[in-house]
Nanobody, 127 residues
Framework: QVQLVESGGGLVQAGGSLRLSCTVS????????GGWFRQAPGKERDFIAF???????GYADSVKGRFTISRDNGKNTMYLQMNSLEPEDTAVYFC?????????????????????WGQGTQVTVSS
């Protein structure tokens, strides 16, 4: 059994920063690729970023230069550092993990590649 739990969401003003955490239990992080997605009200769930166990990362164009994904395998935790936040970033943010199999970078932008999901944490950015 693998469980992922997000934390760190909240209310922040535009231009501010927030760091989300995702902690996994049941398995160690080290063999998995992790990803972050978000879903705004009435919108589809969109890819944000992924990080391989090697530390290789990929980002959606909408967050490049503003968001940074990282991981600490010793703490079984993945992070999403969000800077220069905009009202358009308001959404429920989800972390996810693969089952350890290899996926191409293009595949990792699709939610179908991820086997385990957290319940989400709300991020609200005000003007």
């Amino acid at each position: 059994q693998v469980q992922l739990v997000e934390s760190g969401g909240g209310l922040v003003q535009a231009g501010g920063s927030l760091r989300l955490s995702c902690t996994v239990s049941g398995r160690a992080w080290d063999v998995y690729t992790g990803g972050w997605f978000r879903q705004a009200p009435g919108k589809e769930r969109d890819f944000i970023a992924f990080i391989r166990r090697s530390g290789y990362t990929g980002y959606a164009d909408s967050v490049k230069g503003r968001f940074t994904i990282s991981r600490d395998n010793g703490k079984n935790t993945m992070y999403l550092q969000m800077n220069s936040l905009e009202p358009e970033d308001t959404a429920v943010y989800f972390c996810a993990s693969t089952n350890g199999a290899y996926y191409s970078s293009d595949s990792l932008e699709m939610e179908e590649s991820y086997n385990y999901w957290g319940q989400g944490t709300q991020v609200t950015v005000s003007s």
